[in-house]
């Protein structure tokens, strides 16, 4: 139904982006000029000081809607909502640049050929380190250091520039060639040239930056969309050529074959005679084995002599320069408006990465919240907040306990002869029991919040219904306060969710399971602040109760219970606060509704606007019960600490 | 109406650190109905402990206490009890502070209605019915206790220290009150008190109790009460007669006191 306000999202959040940094900087001048006004400020420390202050919860809020917006990228989308397209296709072309990018030392590390001769040079003295413990003869020991040195050689044999044959140089420079091509490619204006039917038909077709979760628009859509598109083919066939290039001179070729024939003689050598030490055999297969890894390694010919192919370096910092300044603007929109990540190209498509993944929209959020708001929708079939059409009979279900029609006298009626059932009291009253009767139907709230609502005020109901009167008890007697105090202090301790799997084993994973667990956690709170209460009473006023003519029964009612009442209510503003954490992460361990469960399944879905949907109707809804509670205690218990 | 009497009255607590404490040592006195007893002494000479004796609160280790032909066992609506700090209900608006006492025998709303109506006119706060009890001045809040108390219609009347947290001023206005009150009701009423002057000035009797063990040390028997119901409190207390009794009394009470450090 805001379907209509999702067209405009652009307009909307970008004017809500602007009003919320004008509010903070207007609250800011407004805070420094009330200070410098306000000369009876009151001295540090005086609490007078934290009052008031409107302008700063502005300020506050309007921060982390910004920090939102601007973090998730929803202002970069609604002033330039053609930019991610623009930099997906950047992002092709640095993906096609990228295998041989990496190769140079052009961001960090070594050239690539080098950290190889490193790695193989290693291992190499590794295993000649190992020649002389493995308890080889002396003729295995010479021909394993003899293949070790011809390894080495081999190696040097890349390195060297008198090695590198003619032809792999002429590859080389075509690549360059061709890279110097590309990039006077991306400087000429006209590159590369007017777009195809088939590329302004895909273009047409592209969705809109977010409408599929945080999927971008791949299809190029603007002309320097279709240069950077067509670079990046051109590129892309480029790195794959560079990739192939081995540098396969003739002398490596031979050494690699005489080597070949080292170890296999080594390994002939080493089978003929074993011995009898099975760990050593063991680890004489292994050496050779480390041997043969290592040539099939330096086989690869991916090492090349030093210098060969600074000319390549040199044309890819040139094209990186030409792509950066074909960018322009786009380039600083990215650093800018698009903080903490990148637009990454894939094999097909394109995705943001980084906080604009895990952090959706603030509007996609919103979109998606009025989606499954809509009961027609909700999440997996089921709305979050709506009413059901219940027949009454399902409540005199739920109320009336199904043993009364037990104890009416008399035997339920048997089928007679002709197979007709004729009902008694006694039948009819156990239809009333279980409800299994034509009734109206009454509307009846349902839902994931109804669900998790109703079971937080159910376990809360029991805990202070059972809490409080054994809280006050335990204030007032020796015996309740020894006997029960063990217990309680025994089981409150252990966090909530350590009990659950136990409880749900027990309960079931209905709701009865969820019910029980928040029950104990309300308990335990209650019962403690019931006795803090009860035990906080003034002895005077019991003793002024008692003179008054009060009984027993109604000192506790009429004195104890309302002197607790301060600290009951903060015990259940507190057993809110921990029973809904309970209850989300109770509901993620198991169960099919709920605000958990629908954490849970959006969690496995990698669905980050209904992950941050859920947070924030768990923020609003205990937002919403502490101001509850702050109202109840203004208005019931004023005379809090006034004693 | 009925005596109050108390017969080798004894109370000895155990301490933590070990021994025994002789709050009160064979107190005896008979206190007729009618009469305004004011009690003095030094801290720890046994006198919330005979009131809350008196009171039903504690049970006294030797002895008893009658009421008219009744032992004294426990609590009871017989004998009303005024707080040094008014004890009020918070959570209950004046009204139902000082009708408490009705409410919990079941009396008739509307008839507890008038005569609370009735007894705060008497103590000065006719209007106040509707009104928190915890936005009202300490000054109130005792002439709130002294209404609730009454209104029950006790035989006997116990205070303990009941005027000994209020400023000056109010207190002087508070002392005239309690005589009207005893002038008008002819309850009896013990007042437990630190203050010299409020013990000479509410005091028909006056005992002077001596620490360690806790004893009745002396007996007076004093006029000021009852001219403090026709006449100026102030020119009462400067009186000759009034300021004489007062430094006796002081020097004993100084003393004992002195005793007490001497012996520590």
């Known amino acids: 139904m805001f379907e209509f306000l999702f067209e405009y999202r652009g307009f909307i959040v970008g004017t809500i982006f602007i009003a919320l940094i004008a509010t903070v900087i207007w609250a800011i001048l407004y805070g420094r000029n009330l200070i410098r006004t306000e000369k009876s400020d009151a001295v540090f420390g005086n609490p007078e000081r934290a009052l008031g202050g409107w302008h700063w919860v502005m300020t506050g809020v309007s921060a982390i809607l910004i920090v939102w917006i601007y973090f998730s990228w929803d202002a970069a989308r609604a002033f330039n909502p053609k930019a991610a397209n623009e930099l997906c296709q950047v992002g092709k072309l640095s993906s096609a640049i990228n295998p041989i990018r990496s190769t140079f030392p052009l961001d ?129 066939t480029i790195t794959s050529d560079f990739s192939k290039i081995r540098n396969n001179n003739s002398n490596f070729l031979a050494q690699v074959e005489k080597l070949k024939g080292q170890i296999a003689s080594l390994d002939t050598l080493v089978k003929a005679s074993p011995g009898t030490d099975e760990l050593l055999i063991a680890n004489r297969a292994d050496f050779v084995k480390g041997l043969t890894r290592v040539l099939r390694r330096v086989d690869d010919g991916n090492i090349f002599p030093p210098d060969a192919l600074n000319n390549i370096q040199n044309a890819l910092v040139k094209l990186d320069n030409e792509q950066k300044s074909q960018q322009g603007g786009l380039r600083y929109y990215d650093i800018l408006m698009m903080p903490g990540g990148e637009i990454r190209a894939g094999s097909s498509s394109c995705s943001e990465q980084g906080s604009g993944r895990w952090l959706p929209k603030p509007s996609d959020t919103l979109r998606t919240f009025a989606r499954i708001s809509n009961p027609e929708i909700g999440y997996k079939g089921y709305p979050l907040l709506w009413y059901k059409m219940k027949p009454f009979g399902e409540m005199v279900d739920f109320i009336i306990p199904d043993f009364i029609a037990s104890l009416v006298p008399g035997d339920y009626p048997r089928h007679d002869t002709n197979g007709i059932v004729t009902p008694n009291f006694k039948s009819k009253v156990r239809d009333f029991a279980t409800g299994n ?137 507190i057993a809110i606060g921990v029973c809904w954490g309970t209850l989300v992460a109770a509901e993620m361990l198991a169960g099919t509704t709920g605000i958990g469960f629908v954490e849970n399944v959006a969690r496995k879905q990698s669905d980050y606007e209904i992950i941050w949907t859920t947070i924030i109707i768990l923020g609003l809804l205990g937002l919403l019960f502490d101001l509850m509670m702050r109202w109840v205690i203004d208005k019931f218990i004023p005379w809090r600490g006034k004693g | 109406m009925s ?94 502070n000082v009708d408490f006492g009705l409410r919990m025998k079941g009396t008739d709303p509307k008839k507890s209605k008038k005569m609370v109506d009735e007894w705060l006119d008497i103590v000065g706060l006719a209007g106040f019915g509707d009104i928190p009890t915890y936005q009202l001045s300490g000054g109130m809040q005792q002439r709130i206790a002294l209404a609730r108390c009454l209104i029950n219609d006790p035989d006997l009347i116990l205070m303990d220290e009941p005027l000994g947290a209020l400023d000056a001023l109010t207190r002087e206005k508070m002392q005239s009150l309690v005589l009207k009150i005893w002038k008008e009701t002819g309850k009896t009423i013990m007042i437990i008190t630190h203050s010299v002057e409020e013990a000479l000035l509410l005091g028909e009797r006056l005992f002077v109790m001596a620490p360690r063990p806790g004893r009745l040390h002396k007996e007076y028997n004093l006029p000021f009460a009852e001219r403090g119901v026709t006449e100026d409190t102030r020119d009462i207390k400067n009186s000759e007669e009034f300021i004489e009794t007062r430094e006796e009394i002081l020097t004993m009470i100084w003393d004992m006191e002195e005793e007490i450090m001497g012996q520590v």
Request: aromatic share 8%; glycine share 10%; with cysteine.
């Open chain 1, 437 to 573: 009767f034509e009734s109206f139907k009454v509307p009846m709230p349902s839902g994931h919040v109804w669900d998790s609502l109703l079971r937080v005020l159910a376990g809360l109901f029991f805990g202070i219904i059972l809490g409080v009167p054994l809280g006050l008890f335990m204030g007032l007697s020796r015996f309740s306060k020894g006997f029960f105090d063990p217990l309680i202090e025994l089981y409150r301790p252990v966090p909530p969710l350590a009990w659950a799997p136990l409880i749900l084993t027990i309960f079931g994973i209905g709701d009865d399971g969820k019910i029980f667990l928040l029950f104990m956690v309300a308990f335990a709170i209650m019962v403690i602040s019931a006795r803090t209460g009860a035990t906080g009473t003034h002895l005077s006023k019991i003793h002024a109760a008692h003179s008054l003519g009060a009984t027993n029964r109604q000192i506790l009612r009429k004195v104890i219970l309302p002197n607790s009442l301060p600290e009951i209510l903060t015990g259940i503003r």
């Open chain 2, 3 to 96: 005596d109050l009497v108390a017969k080798d009255l004894s109370m000895v607590f155990d301490v933590d650190t070990g021994g025994q404490v002789h709050a009160l040592n064979n107190v005896n006195f008979t206190l007729k109905s009618g009469e305004l007893l004011s009690v003095l002494g030094p801290s720890g000479c046994g006198k919330t402990t005979l009131l809350n004796i008196i009171a039903g609160f504690n049970h006294p280790t030797g002895g008893a206490v009658y009421l008219g032909d009744e032992e004294i066992k426990g609590p009871g609506v017989n004998r009303g009890m005024v707080f040094q700090q008014g004890a009020l209900f918070e959570w209950l608006t004046v009204s139902e």
């Open chain 1, 108 to 236: 960090d590390g070594f050239l690539k050929g080098t950290s190889l001769l490193v790695r193989e040079n290693k291992q190499l003295n590794e295993l000649a380190d190992q020649v002389e413990r493995l308890g080889f003869s002396d003729a295995e020991k010479s021909q394993a250091k003899e293949t070790i040195d011809l390894m080495r050689k081999a190696i040097i044999g890349m390195t060297s520039p008198e090695y590198l044959d003619s032809a792999t140089d002429a590859k080389f420079k075509e690549i360059v060639s061709r890279i110097d091509g590309l990039t006077a490619k991306l400087a000429d204006q006209n590159y590369p040239g007017d777009p195809t039917a088939e590329q302004i038909a895909a273009a047409e077709k592209n969705p809109r930056w977010g409408d599929s979760g945080n999927e971008i628009p791949a299809a190029p859509a603007s002309p320097r969309g279709y240069k950077f598109d067509a670079a990046a083919k051109e590129m892309k």
